[in-house]
């Protein structure tokens, strides 16, 4: 019998703690409202339907994870909140099925709009359908469909950010140049510019001597060996084009410890903190870089999001353009993170893009 | 028999505890947030979990012999690559993809039951590298890609096949209002609870797990038993890989890698469940259901991911406390290849 108190008090304490989690949760919402209530001080009276209760948006996101996502993130919430959106966010930490599952269970759930983030075509495309069939605004990003009907399409502008870096290629190497190539294939985003540079390629004349590279779970240091590998057999290779940052990394390794940093240029694409980093290293082979603010994008996307619910937005598909970025500006400005870089190239803040009089950009 | 009060209580808080925790947390979301409390939200989390909890099912069948079975994820990870590789390089039907991805999760059961039952190599350990050997055989066989379909091939051409509308309903498709994956979740459950409860074999099974020796001098093949769970097992785990295919519409090949700590966690749920105090079909049913109300409830509640991988825990921690501290019954789960005695 000695058992019994013990028992109920250990039972107790169980509850307890169980619902002290759901009190911990009920409070995070509610300080959530009280920022979405809060207007921004300078913008003019927000027409329908940001007028009256909070607007209710789902966004699904297929990774939240990492520099750039999270930057997104909450450049997205800032501007949501900045507007009278309330976002419930759900992160599928790159499951896919789990993407599926947030999207599906977001329509069920009726919101106001859904914002999907980055996904896999044929797992997510038919649910897009399915909520606009169901009468539900959608917007996506940087997520490739086949048929856009109905849906508003935004993506950074993946072609704006090859052709700059491109450009600056052709303009430090000259035409007939010979170069490398490190990409992989089987992501939009990578298949596009893929797509632009395929173009310059032929339009300048230049002679690809390899072309490798791929993605993995740890990107960067997969790639060391592949571009090493090409290196050996094209020593005289002029400049290496090499999409993503990770990859960049990897052919900057790769070009370093062939100690041909001297010949061999290398262009990249993105920017983080760590590539900045990387770019300003003496006598580093990262020449250029072409890169959006990711906080700066995700809060252009709820603007355009908004933009539409208020039956203003013009054209159904938005890209939000580039700014390439050279080694040779990062120096001269004294430029050491993407603060410092924000600050120095205002065009990263997007703030004339998707904009109304009732909807400033936060930045 | 001094002791059957104090044993009624435990097991009053063992058998009811936590029903009472999941129906707290349902009453208290289906308050809060107005679109937790529709019948769309309870079929859509019933099938959101039903990958999760079908896998569970199969860990739960490994425990019953004493074992378990790390490999579930893995499993469920081929069966996606496999499925894709069948119908868009193959250029089958949804059918002959379904048959070859179930032969696949017999194959991987049958080495678990190999390595465990003939080589006596430990259940956890056997599993672990049979899990790391699959996940490298599944790379190996997709050239490390995620096949879609019409992808580009190597060789520059276009792949033949595409994901097949009848392998798309396994996850996409409902009959009546009810999802398909909800259907094969209930089914699965009432399966493996009828053979469990209800049939020789089920009875056969925990008498292996709660005590082999005794189990062999009653005249159980103990061997057959144990190998026969596993491969139960990796045919559970590759059902889920096809929901999690056909939901996917892609070879994704990083498709199964959540699965596995989720489906031993339900399963390891359901051993508390009604004060069962071993691996059991329902209760590990209403542990998947239970994972599904915390991720669903917490998202709408504007919870971040890691807030539900804590609140998860804490779920976790109150079953085990359930089925180990509060209960009064020897209970027959390890995570190895001894059952407590």
Known sequence: ?363 | MSARVTTAVSAGVARWGFIAVTVLLIAFFATTEPSFRTLDNALGMLKFIAPTAIAGLGVALAMTVGGIDLSVGASAGFAVSIAAWTMVIGNQVGGVAIATVLLGGAIIGAVNALLVVVAKIPDLLATLTTMFVVVGLKLILVNGQSISSRMTLPDGSTAPGVFTADFLWLDRGRIGPIPVPVILFLVLTALLWFVLEHTRWGRALYAVGANPEAARLAGIRVRTYRAAAYIGCGLLASIAGLLLAARIGQGDVSAGNSLLLDAVAVALVGVSVLGAGKPNAWGTALGAVLVAVMITGFTMLGLPYYAQDFGKGIVLLVALLFSFTFSRRRVAVTAGSTASQ
């Open chain 1, 1 to 363: 019998m000695t058992r019994r108190p013990l028992l109920l008090l250990a039972a107790t304490s169980a509850a307890v703690l169980t619902l002290a989690g759901c009190a911990q949760s009920s409070a995070g919402q509610s300080s959530g409202g009280a920022a979405a209530d809060a207007p921004a001080a300078s913008a003019a009276p927000a027409p329908a339907p940001f007028d009256g209760d909070p607007v209710e948006v789902a966004l699904v996101r297929q990774s939240g994870a990492g520099d750039y996502f999270t930057a997104w993130g909450s450049g997205a919430q800032k501007q949501a909140e900045a507007v009278n959106i309330e976002l419930t966010v759900t992160d599928a930490r790159n499951d896919n099925a789990k993407h599926a599952s947030d999207l599906e269970q977001a329509i069920a759930s009726a919101p106001d709009a859904i914002i999907v983030d980055h996904g896999q075509t044929d797992t997510i495309e038919p649910l897009v359908h399915q909520a606009v069939d169901a009468g539900i605004p959608v917007v996506v990003y940087d997520l490739a469909l086949n048929d856009p009907t109905g849906v508003i399409v935004t993506s950074q502008s993946d072609e704006s950010m090859a052709q700059g870096v491109l450009d600056q290629l052709i303009e430090d190497v000259g035409e007939g140049a010979q170069v490398g190539y490190v990409s992989a294939t089987g992501f939009a985003p990578l298949d596009r510019r893929a797509a632009v540079w395929n173009q310059v390629v032929e339009d300048n004349g230049l002679q690809q001597v390899f072309s490798t590279g791929k993605v993995t779970e740890s990107t960067a240091t997969d790639n060391i060996p592949l571009v090493d590998a090409a290196l050996k057999q094209n020593p005289e290779v002029q400049a290496i084009f090499a999409p993503y940052d990770e990859i960049t990394k990897g052919a900057v390794q790769a070009v370093l410890q062939n100690n041909l940093q001297e010949q061999v240029k290398v262009y990249g694409i993105d920017i983080s903190n760590a590539d900045i980093e990387v770019m300003i290293t003496e006598g580093s082979p990262w020449v250029a870089t072409s890169a959006t603010d990711p906080a700066a994008v995700g809060a252009a996307v709820v603007r355009t999001l908004a933009l539409s619910l208020a039956g203003e937005l013009e054209e159904e598909s938005v890209q939000f353009p580039a700014v390439t970025i050279t080694q040779e500006f990062l120096l001269d400005e004294g430029i050491t993170n993407v603060t410092e870089l924000r600050e120095a190239e205002p065009d990263l803040l997007l703030d004339d893009v998707v904009t109304a009089d009732w909807l400033p950009a936060v930045s």
